[in-house]
T-cell receptor, first 115, second 115 residues
Framework: KNQVEQSPQSLIILEGKNCTLQ??????????LRWYKQDTGRGPVSLTI?????NTKSNGRYTATLDADTKQSSLHITASQLSDSASYIC??????????????FGGGTRLMVKP | DTAVSQTPKYLVTQMGNDKSIKCEQN?????MYWYKQDSKKFLKIMFS???????INETVPNRFSPKSPDKAHLNLHINSLELGDSAVYFC??????????????FGPGTRLTVL
């Protein structure tokens, strides 16, 4: 059964601090791994997408890593800002014929950045 | 210029009623999805349509009936609403053309509350 597990479930940090969110997955056949940011009351927005051959990818202050051997990923947020407060969802994609990608979602890490 | 739009944003209704949620995308994508996000924030796929044809139908009660009049629209009709149907429903779209990413773009969500 395809599963994506994230930790921690929730995290509170002070503005300006760094943090790392974790994601473990068992999804087959693996196509890519994505990190989404979901603000309260909005749909998820993609931060990074990594394929099997990519170990790291950055998007501004967000850096994602992928270890396809251990099936783990992390999302590192540098110099956090109040606007980073959101849920961060790890999503692993299995490629399906003629149907785009089948996504398996983690439960998300709810991050709160305090001043 | 919203890429994926949903209406309504909020829907409050009585148990037993029938309701519809509409989704439209202007990205030229050929694949659209409906997801349900429960109270624990897990996003689970319900349906996927590729070129107006049903591709994925997860274990969803037959009270839920998706309808795709064209590639740009995927509506969700729900009959005999139950309390457990209360959730946020997200529409998403992607292109199934050969690509490692096939990124999905999400709508803003429709919060359904069944009383």
């Amino acid at each position: 059964k395809n599963q994506v597990e994230q930790s921690p479930q929730s995290l509170i940090i002070l503005e300006g601090k760094n943090c790392t969110l974790q994601c473990n997955y068992t999804v087959s056949p693996f196509s890519n791994l994505r990190w989404y940011k979901q603000d309260t009351g909005r749909g998820p927005v993609s931060l990074t997408i990594m394929t099997f051959s990519e170990n790291t990818k950055s998007n501004g202050r967000y850096t994602a890593t992928l270890d396809a051997d251990t099936k783990q990923s992390s999302l590192h947020i540098t110099a956090s800002q109040l606007s980073d407060s959101a849920s961060y969802i790890c999503v692993v994609s299995a490629e399906l014929r003629n149907a785009g990608n089948m996504l398996t979602f983690g439960g998300g890490t709810r991050l709160m950045v305090k001043p | 210029d919203t890429a994926v739009s949903q209406t309504p944003k909020y829907l409050v209704t009585q148990m037993g009623n029938d309701k519809s949620i509409k989704c439209e995308q202007n990205l030229g994508h050929d694949t659209m999805y409906w997801y349900k996000q429960d109270s624990k924030k897990f996003l689970k796929i319900m349906f996927s349509y590729n070129n107006k044809e049903l591709i994925i139908n997860e274990t969803v009660p037959n009270r839920f009936s998706p309808k795709s009049p064209d590639k740009a629209h995927l509506n969700l009709h729900i009959n005999s609403l139950e309390l457990g149907d209360s959730a946020v429903y997200f529409c998403a779209s992607t292109s199934s053309e050969s690509s490692s990413y096939n990124e999905q773009f999400f709508g803003p969500g429709t919060r359904l509350t069944v009383l």
